[in-house]
C-alpha cells in the first residue's frame, strides 16, 4: 500500500481529455423501468444517487441502439432524436455533482423479446401480451441458431443488414454525446449481439463475418470503428467484453487479449473485463465465483495488451479495491451491486482506507456540514465509552 495519505482509488484518472475525480465507476446495470426507451425520474434518482454518492464515473444502463435491440420492454433506448432530452436530465445531474456520465450502448440480438426478470425472464409469448400488451417481436443474431430451447428463432444478419445496425451504433453515439455523456461504452458481452459474432459457440457463419478470428471480429470492430470515427478525439471510448464464455471451444483468455490489441488500435481507451453470458443471462457466470473472481481476467489483459482496463465482479469494499489498482491488476473499479445495497459506496470506501478521516469535504454540501458535527459527538462519545470507570 502507498504510504502517502490519498489512496490510489481516489486519485484523479485522466483520460484523454477528460479528469475523473478518482477510480470509482458504477457498472451499467439494467433497471427495466422505462417506458418506449425513455428514461424518467426513476432513471434521474437511482442513477443521482451515485453522483452524490462520489463514484467517479457513473455508467446508465445498457441502452439499445435499436427499438429491435432491448432486452425487455423495459430497456433504456437512444434509437432516436426523442431520446435525447431525457438523458440530458441525468448527465446534467451527474456532471452538477462531480460524476463523469457514461452510457453503454447495446443490442441484445437473439437475447431481446423477453420478459422483465421479476417477470420470469423467459421469451415474451401470448401471456404476456394479454396481461401487459407486451407482444413477441423478432430477433436477430450472427445466425439462426436459438438461444436455448423452445426461444426465439433469430433472423441471421445479412451484410446489408450489418450495414444498417453498424449506422444505428453511430447515430446512438451521435446521440449520447448531444445528450451530454462523456464516455461511450460498445457492449460486446453477456452473450448480446455483438457477443454473437465473436463467440465460436454460436457464430457458425461461413461468410466474412464468420469462421476464423478475424471474421469472427470484423463485425465487432466495424461497430467500434463507427463509433470511435464520431465520438471526439478529447472523449474515451469503453469497450463491455466476455474474457472468457467459460464453457468448452468458446471464446478465451487469449481471443480476449488479442481482441484488445485490435481495439487500442481503434482507439478504445478501456476495456471493461466481465465473463459468461454466452447463453442464459447475462448475469448466470460460467465461471466460479469468489470475491473478485473477473480480476485476473482485467489482469492478463491489461498486461498481454496494454490497454487500460477496468476491473468487475464482486469487488465488495474499498481495502479489496485499492489493493486491485496497486497491484496493476485494473485501472478503474466497477462496483455494480455492492452500489444498490450502498449507493455510498465510494465515500464509504474512501473512509475505509483512511479511518482517521474527519472531514465530509467530498460529499453534498447540504449533507456535509450536518455530518461534520455528528462525527465530533460520536468521537467525543466513543473516547468517553472507553475511559476506565473509577471505583
Not at 51 to 71: D, H, N, P, Q, S
Not at 96 to 104: D, S, V
Not at 295 to 322: C, N, W, Y
Amino acid at each position: 500500500m502507498q504510504t502517502n495519505t490519498q489512496p490510489l482509488l481516489f486519485q484523479p484518472l485522466e483520460l484523454r481529455g477528460l479528469t475523473i475525480r478518482n477510480r470509482v465507476c458504477i457498472s451499467p446495470m439494467c433497471t427495466y423501468s422505462g417506458n418506449d426507451g425513455m428514461v424518467n425520474d426513476w432513471h434521474l434518482v437511482h442513477l443521482g444517487q451515485y453522483a452524490l454518492g462520489g463514484a467517479g464515473i457513473v455508467f446508465i444502463e445498457a441502452t439499445a441502439v435499436e427499438k429491435r435491440g432491448r432486452i425487455t420492454y423495459g430497456d433504456a433506448g437512444i434509437w432516436s432524436d426523442k431520446h435525447i432530452s431525457a438523458m440530458a436530465r441525468v448527465t446534467n445531474f451527474l456532471k452538477q455533482f462531480g460524476a463523469t456520465p457514461a452510457i453503454q450502448i447495446a443490442h441484445a440480438g437473439r437475447k431481446s423479446s423477453t420478459q422483465r426478470p421479476w417477470h420470469g425472464m423467459g421469451i415474451l409469448s401470448d401471456a404476456d401480451s394479454e396481461e401487459r400488451n407486451e407482444k413477441p417481436w423478432k430477433t436477430v443474431s450472427s445466425t439462426t441458431d436459438l438461444m436455448d430451447e423452445n426461444w426465439h428463432v433469430p433472423h441471421a444478419l445479412t451484410t446489408d443488414d450489418l450495414k444498417e445496425v453498424i449506422n444505428s451504433w453511430r447515430l446512438a453515439a451521435e446521440r449520447a454525446l448531444k445528450a451530454g455523456f462523456e464516455i461511450v461504452e460498445v457492449h460486446c458481452a453477456h452473450g448480446y449481439l455483438i457477443h454473437q459474432f465473436l463467440s465460436p459457440l454460436i457464430n457458425k457463419r461461413t461468410d466474412n463475418y464468420g469462421g476464423d478470428f478475424v471474421g469472427r471480429t470484423r463485425f465487432p470492430l466495424e461497430v467500434v470503428e463507427s463509433v470511435r470515427s464520431v465520438w471526439p478525439d478529447n472523449l474515451p471510448m469503453f469497450v463491455r467484453i466476455s474474457s472468457v464464455d467459460g464453457m468448452e471451444n468458446g471464446w478465451s483468455l487469449e481471443d480476449s487479449v488479442a481482441f484488445a490489441r485490435e481495439l487500442k488500435i481503434r482507439g478504445v481507451d478501456v476495456v471493461d473485463c466481465s465473463a459468461g453470458g454466452v447463453v442464459g443471462s447475462a448475469t448466470a457466470k460460467a465461471v466460479p465465483r469468489h470475491l473478485g473472481f473477473q480480476v485476473p481476467f482485467s489482469e492478463h489483459i491489461r498486461k498481454e495488451s496494454g490497454v487500460q482496463t477496468m476491473a468487475v465482479g464482486l469487488i465488495v469494499d474499498g481495502p479489496q479495491a485499492e489493493r486491485i489498482l496497486q497491484k496493476g491488476q485494473a485501472d478503474i473499479i466497477a462496483v455494480a451491486r455492492e452500489a444498490l445495497y450502498d449507493p455510498y459506496w465510494a465515500h464509504h470506501a474512501q473512509r475505509a482506507l483512511n479511518p482517521q478521516l474527519v472531514s465530509y469535504d467530498n460529499w453534498p454540501t447540504e449533507y456535509c456540514w450536518w455530518l461534520e458535527k455528528r462525527e465530533a459527538l460520536i468521537r467525543k462519545l466513543r473516547e468517553q465509552s472507553d475511559k476506565p470507570i473509577n471505583n
